[in-house]
């Protein structure tokens, strides 16, 4: 389709999008000391992250993978997050932050974090799982203690399969110093004249730069007497410099690494072609400025001055590191040793019967409500449903929302397949989904070239919501089937966080879910919905209506309670909500895996409130609500987190699970959760996180939730399970 007349379409419909005004801050409430930073809240999160690195407990390779993610979560971090906070001090931008702290201050407090989280990074790799790796068999070694043997054996490599990919680069008057991508590993040199040659120049030391090359592999094999050995290839480089300089003798060498703002700068009121537009910026997006250099601890002051001038940082923006550079590499190792006892167990997602047989996935949709709890429960049907409608001669119409669907869709596949069959099929494709737009474009572009009606997504806002709608011709007549998820239509991260899927083929439901492909394809009113709340026009709204009849139930002396799971906690309103409702004696349990501004336990603030964060195996993702005590519980799912960017600046979806069985089971996953004390950490008031007491037994959820699913794909066993959790 031609992205231009979505672009116009999308000028149209941008009046009835607008939010409704926030309400007036309550001055009390407002103070900053009432919040925790958001980005020293992140960063708690991700030292969650690195105590799992540090569980011994755990297999060693799945610690060894843990020590990845936070080293990877950290990079996203300073790519977006902190290259925001700089971009603000350079500009003169003075926005505080609910907690009070301004760019400056909240940079310094940042950094003073990453050094001492880096710091305890680096202790793990070299104190711990690298010692306990090489016991194993799997030794990392330094060039510096090889033997003749390793030497001769390093020496060869390098020479055979390293020597012809390198591109030694000078810097000097006539060579500017090189444009590094971001994350990119490299090798820094200090080169002086060999003598007999000074007299030919008076500029004795040099800088030069060789790129290590992604095609080849981080780990060097090495021969050794017990076991397997690895070098690391930058070292390898570094040892033999002195072949890529003839005639200069290399004084000093470190490997470095630069991290950049990579976040995309797109005016879209201005672009007359979004698709374009996006495109351009992801072909700059690696010349964004450098917000920070990592280099080998111990590197000649000289070479770690002339790098950081050369990229304009300060000594604030340069972290020593003891460890390998770019640490998830090191999951490679995983790949020299099958032995199972360095792995948690292969995840093996249960199907639950109702998918089982012969029947289709509409068919089970049309008889009752579904839940499906991945990764537990298996992504399989959530597929099938699009699958099945492709080639389903009944279906007319399919429409979806794709976020992030990953690098081989079966989504993509069976939506094309629909329009090769003469269906009409919609699909918005969010091309601004960060990181993935790139991918997101080439889908659309192959969408579009098998005759899918394509839309990028509105100006200004984000579709974050996930949603499939499947119309269908039936002898009673026209019967619409919908899913919605708390996760994005992606078979590999199904199969890593934990979500919620929702078949439906309720009126009311796809009465609003029609009306909102409408409201994202076309020129529409915003409608009157009858069960979705969306983002960003009313979203916040009915989160703070609930709230706010929770405190009145309180303050009226009846049973109030708010149950709560999400991501991140940072909308200002609602926490403002969230500590009127506690002052009214309103029991508020939160988990919240990442992210959390809200302050509990605060004297006559948020006494009655009580936040957990539970980091394990699975990637807690679910959006979770709930309003009410006993039989008035009412129970939501959502596609948000409660942060400004998910009401304001994204379409987001929440919806009600109206069926009572449904209803129990997501209130049980809730409350699994909430008592966790074997994974699960509890905020304190000064934003530090504590170990919750264990009591026996004791409770995993993850665990906990994995046999359950194990034990609902059994029928019999599953009949019990119900009976246990419906009274």
Known sequence: MDANSTIE???AAIPTLAPRPEPEPDGALSEPKLYINRELSWLAFNRRVLEEAADRALPLLERLKFLGITASNLDEFFMIRVAGLQQQLAGGVADVAADGLGPAEALDAIAAEAHAMLATQDALWLDDLRPKLAERGLAT??????????????????????????????????????????????????????????????????????????????????PCEHGQAFALLEDVIAEHAGELFPGFAVTATAAFRVTRNLDLVVDEEESEDLLSTVQQELRRRDRGAAVRLEIATGSSPRLERLLRDALHLCERDVYPVRAPLNLPDLNALAEFDPRPELRVEPLAPALPPLFRGTGSVVETIARQDVLLHHPYESFEPVIRF??????????????????????????????????????????????KARFDEANNIAWARRLEENGVHVVYGLIGLKTHCKVALVVRREPSGIRRYVHLGTGNYNLTTARQYTDLSFFTARESIADDVTALFNLLTGYAEQPQWKRLAVAPLNLQERLLQLIGREAERAQAGEPARILAKMNSLVDPVLIRALYRASQAGVEIQLQVRGICCLRPGLRGISEHLRVVSVVDRFLEHSRISAFGAGARTEVYLASADWMP??????????????????????LEILRLGLADDVKSQLLQSDGTYLHVPRHEPMLRS???????ARRSSDPVAHAALVRQVIP
């Open 141 to 222: 070694l330094e060039v510096r203690g090889f033997g003749p043997e390793q030497k001769a054996a390093a020496r060869a490599h390098f020479r055979q399969a390293v020597f012809p990919a390198l591109t030694p680069l000078a810097v000097d008057p006539g060579h500017p110093f090189p444009h590094l991508r971001s994350r990119s590993l490299n090798v820094a040199v200090l080169l002086d004249l060999e003598k007999g040659k000074r007299r030919r120049t008076t500029q004795h030391s040099r800088l030069a730069v060789v790129q290590v090359p992604v095609v080849l592999p981080r780990l060097v094999r090495v």
């Open 702 to 708: 993850q665990t906990a939730l994995l046999d359950d």
């Open 9 to 11: 379409r999308t000028h």
């Open 386 to 431: 699009i699958e099945e409608a492709a080639d389903d001669p009944s279906v007319l119409a399919i429409k979806q929302t794709l976020y992030r669907t990953g690098v081989d869709s079966p989504f993509v596949r069976a939506l094309s397949r629909a329009a090769d069959n003469g269906k009409q099929v919609a699909v918005l494709v969010e091309i």
């Open 645 to 666: 960017r998910n009401l304001h600046r994204r379409i987001e979806v929440m919806w009600p699970i109206e069926d009572a069985a449904l209803r129990a089971r997501v």
